[in-house]
């Protein structure tokens, strides 16, 4: 049964709601179930077909002649495509269309190719976190598999991992950043890239991983004494006790400026302790390191 609905698709694929009807009503490209109160609904297989013939299309083949296709020469003509490292759109859309198959070589191979063509920074900015704001739209549809979204997940941890290792060592002597997240808080793949932004610029980091309760950082402030402490809040703590959190974080380590990043940081009316600063975008804490490293460690 499908579970996509037309908008759903339409933000998926960047492609016209009335563009995907007509496509369906000249060429039969989708094939829809209609739910009880009539409405169209399409599945997994509607959406990776959608995403190769945008793939096709965008490379300048006609509709006509990409609606005649089989999925499998359709998959085929996509993968014998011509790589361009800066057509982000289109890569995004293979990774896509790779996940919703369960083709990890495939999701590996792609990523491999990304950042071999643009390097490791640019790949996650301009291809993977634009993937992963495109699965977070079907997690809020509730159309995405958790263990599709764990393969992904665990795939791009290891890119970073990776990538971090290779990095030089640091010197104690320079400006020390303590990085976590919040007890319960999972979501770990923002911190793992803000680490590796942080060490690539020469900048000390110490990594505390998932899930830390504040009951356990009490020694970590006279010990290693950061200049500034991020967290990213995407579950935790609750809606309603993010400033309170704020203010437990900045009794720890007074002296330190306090990064918050993730959705439930900017929460309109927030009211956050002085010299602390929650960045919008991964962009936005990049300059806020530059910012640092020419003055002082302040908000």
């Known amino acids: ?18 563009t995907i009807r007509m496509w369906e009503q ?8 209609r739910t009880t109160t009539n409405i169209r609904m399409y599945c997994d297989d509607d959406l990776r077909r959608l995403l ?16 005649r296709l089989s999925d499998a020469e359709m998959t085929e003509a996509v993968m014998a495509c011509c790589d361009d490292a800066h057509d982000y759109h289109r890569q995004v859309n293979s990774l896509l269309t790779a996940m919703l198959s369960f083709d990890e070589p495939r999701l590996r191979q792609l990523l491999n190719d990304a950042v071999h063509h643009l390097g490791f920074e ?9 993937l992963l704001q495109r699965i977070g739209l079907m997690w809020m549809a509730g159309t995405v598999d958790v263990a599709q979204e764990h393969m992904l997940a665990h795939l791009l941890r290891q890119k970073i991992l990776a990538a971090t290792d290779a990095l030089p060592s640091v010197p104690m002597t320079a400006r020390r950043w303590l990085l976590f997240l919040p007890a319960d808080e999972l979501h ?28 356990g950082m009490a020694e970590v402030g006279p010990s290693y004494r950061p200049d500034a402490v991020v967290t990213v ?28 990043y993730g959705s439930l940081a900017r929460q309109e009316g927030l009211e956050l302790p002085s010299n602390c600063v929650s960045p919008e975008l991964m962009t936005d804490f ?14």
């Open 1 to 18: 049964m499908g579970h996509f609905s037309i908008s759903a698709l339409e933000q998926l694929s960047g492609i016209k709601a009335h």
């Open 26 to 33: 000249r060429y039969g490209l989708l094939r829809p179930v």
């Open 52 to 67: 190769n013939v945008t793939t096709l299309c965008g490379r300048g083949q006609r509709i006509s002649q990409v609606a």
């Open 122 to 130: 640019n790949t996650m900015l301009r291809v993977a976190y634009p």
């Open 188 to 215: 770990e793949l923002g911190l793992l890239f803000m680490n590796y932004l942080l060490r690539a610029r020469g900048q000390h980091t110490l990594y505390l991983g998932q899930s830390m309760p504040t009951s």
């Open 233 to 260: 809040l995407t579950t935790q703590p609750e809606r309603g006790r993010v400033a309170e959190y704020a203010r437990e974080i900045k009794a720890l380590f007074p002296r330190a400026l306090l990064v918050l």
């Open 286 to 299: 990049m300059a806020l390191i530059a910012a640092k490293e020419r003055g002082p460690m302040a908000a």
